[in-house]
């Protein structure tokens, strides 16, 4: 796991110490990516620097930049290519010679050998940048599911990437110009979707692309997407046994590093999984696993953490999150680089925070969510739709938004899920998914926003990324579609950017075997009823599993990384969350009626938590402000 930084050099701009001392600042900028070793690459085109956090062959030799045996290519390289002793191997064959035993080397040779193809042959997470000193062209590619960021800055003149904003920002071209949008978009969604970023001119390479560009003109192919359209017709058990023996194979395969290697135990089904197949890897040998837990006992799982870790004997650490909230919560955030408001970031930054401590390489069972519907967002949005199928649509759109609204006074908690559900009724499914997904209710938004960015993004619908993603998916079935959207958007916008800059910012890799691509489509051939049955989430990876993990673990509700958030706005934060909204400056009162927004907050502070989440997403909105606005 590293970081990387590039642009391309011009004679129109300032000549500071030939670009060098650019790009010594952005490596700096990225240096907990890569505290083990730096290097830096130029030509008359071309500048490019790294960040390395040593896993494979330890020594100097796989140091980056890396230049090809023919010496026409050099790459920058972030993440881990699981099958390439196999691609090693099949290149020797062919008369290839390798000089170190790094995935950079064979990546970089199996570039030379087919161009942007390689990409499928790929079994991994990454982002690279390989640069073509005859062609002078530049190739950025970004794995298959969003594992590794990427992100590139283009003004029309001045084209540079790196792997995190932050290395982006030394540049004295950069910008940091917001788009308005964006901040819409995030509020909405608690952070910035794909291809998008907080700032007009800084753009992520989405998943499962690649770009070409010769610094002006650029072009952009998708080369791999998950479908839902073929459906496997095997029997449960087949497919359970199919499952198994996938998921095994991906956690064999991440489990080769020249480093200590451990992995995050939540006690839920996808973790323990991966700790259980683990363990059958590795004989002789206790796993390392870490789990984090908190003072509330609603909150609270690493009773079903210690339960696993016995069962598979690990070497098994805690960590406990209490006062820490508070005086670590604005470095935390600082690591996005753009607002990021799920709050279980906070969590996730202790867990990296001790699983570095005992190892630089930990396994992680993100993904079965989305691959097997294991939120239960997913149950009651699949009963709404198929209630929603009972009425005309007409009837639907006329009637149920002014029942709703009569709902809502009734003033009871029976009153407000009336209201939530009669208003999800009156829309399309697709719509009715992004409200499911959205944190920042659009009533709330259109109360509080003013100024340039009420003005700015009046007409313009947030809802459009979701819809949009669902139309997409090749596929009838609802729930189908539904997990595709979250493939394209939650997944990669917030669950996989959380593990990446909190365990990046601890200089630890994390590995997640359930989004081995061959798993996620797997997967996707399943039939949803095997999915979702009854009310059974993840009912084929429960049957897959149903032998390596007790009952209990496998069927006990399902917590995740949530925290006591209305809790710490009127407690361990609230002197932070006090300060920001007094303020009549900064990024809050862009945004916000500020008088509005204290009337919130007083709501709040009197024990209601019905504007928990639009407070939480304003006071780190504000710390992102702070860091990259001021």
């Not at 110490?17 to 650019?22: D, I």
């Amino acid at each position: 796991m590293c970081g990387f930084a590039g642009f391309f050099r011009s004679p129109s701009l300032p000549d500071r110490q030939s670009h060098g001392g650019w790009l010594d600042d952005m490596g700096t900028a990225i240096r907990h990516r890569g505290p083990d070793a730096g290097g830096q690459w130029q030509d008359e085109r071309m500048a490019l620097v790294h960040r390395r956090l040593s896993i494979l062959d330890l020594s100097e030799a796989g140091n980056q930049p890396m230049v090809s045996a023919s010496g026409r290519y050099v790459i920058v390289f972030n993440g881990e290519i699981y099958n390439f002793e196999a691609l090693r191997a099949e290149l020797v064959a062919e008369g290839c010679e390798f000089h170190t035993r790094t995935d950079t080397e064979v990546l970089l040779a199996l570039y030379e050998r087919l161009g942007e193809q390689c990409l499928d042959a790929l079994n991994g997470m990454f982002a690279l940048a390989i640069w073509d000193t005859e062609d002078h062209r530049l190739f950025l590619a970004r794995d298959r599911l969003g594992k590794k960021p990427l992100y590139y800055y283009f003004d029309g003149q001045n084209f540079a990437f790196a792997s995190e904003i932050k290395a982006l920002l030394p540049l004295p071209f950069v910008r940091r110009d917001i788009r308005p949008d964006a901040v819409k978009d995030f509020f909405a969604y608690q952070y910035v979707p794909d291809p998008k970023t907080i700032y007009r001119n800084i753009h992520k390479l989405s998943p499962g692309y690649w770009m070409s560009t010769d610094g002006l003109a650029m072009e952009q192919h998708q080369y791999w997407d998950v479908s839902f359209a073929n459906q496997r017709d095997a029997s449960p058990d087949e497919l359970a046994t199919g499952l198994h023996d996938l998921i095994d194979d991906a956690v064999r395969l991440r489990m080769v590093s020249d480093v200590p290697l451990g992995a995050f135990l939540s006690g839920g089904v996808d973790s323990s999984a991966v700790v259980g197949l683990m363990a059958g890897h590795s004989p002789g040998r206790p796993v390392t696993t870490c789990a984090i837990g908190f003072d509330s006992e609603r909150f609270d799982e690493v009773h079903w953490a210690k339960k696993v870790a016995g069962r598979f004997q690990t070497d098994h650490h805690e960590f406990t999150v209490r006062e820490t909230v508070s005086d670590h919560l604005s470095d935390i955030a600082r690591y996005f680089d753009e607002p990021f408001a799920d709050p279980s970031f906070v969590p996730t930054y202790f867990v990296s925070q001790l699983a570095r401590q005992q190892v630089t390489v930990a396994l992680a069972g993100d993904g079965g969510d989305e691959n097997f519907a294991g939120y239960s967002k997913y149950a009651t949005d699949l009963t709404e739709n198929q209630l929603r199928r009972l009425f005309p649509a007409g009837l639907r759109r006329a009637c149920f938004p002014p029942l709703a609204s009569l709902a809502g006074n009734i003033g009871h908690s029976l009153g407000a899920r009336a209201q939530s559900l009669l208003g999800a009724l009156a829309l399309d499914p697709d719509e009715a998914f992004f409200l499911t997904n959205s944190f920042f209710r659009r009533s709330v938004w259109n109360e509080l926003v003013h100024g340039d960015i009420k003005q700015q993004t009046d007409g313009y619908d947030p809802a459009d990324i979701t819809c949009g993603h669902y139309r997409n998916a090749d596929s009838d079935d609802h729930l189908s579609r539904i997990l595709y959207t979250d493939i394209k958007t939650y997944l990669p916008g917030d669950i996989l950017v959380k593990v990446d800059r909190m365990s990046m910012a601890n200089s630890l890799e994390t590995r997640a075997p359930l989004l081995d691509y061959r798993v996620v489509e797997y997967a996707a051939s399943i039939p949803s009823r095997l999915k979702l049955k009854g009310r059974d989430k993840k009912h084929i990876l429960k049957q897959a599993f149903s032998e390596l993990l007790p009952e209990d673990v496998l069927y006990r509700k399902k917590m995740g990384f949530s925290v006591p958030l209305a809790d710490w706005l009127r407690n361990e934060i609230r002197p932070l969350a006090d300060e920001v909204f007094r303020s009549d400056n900064g990024g809050v009162a862009y945004v916000f009626n500020m008088h509005k927004v204290r009337n919130l907050w007083a709501i709040h502070c009197k024990g209601d938590n019905r504007y928990t989440q639009e407070l939480w997403s304003m006071v780190v909105f504000e710390l992102w402000w702070r860091s990259y606005q001021t």
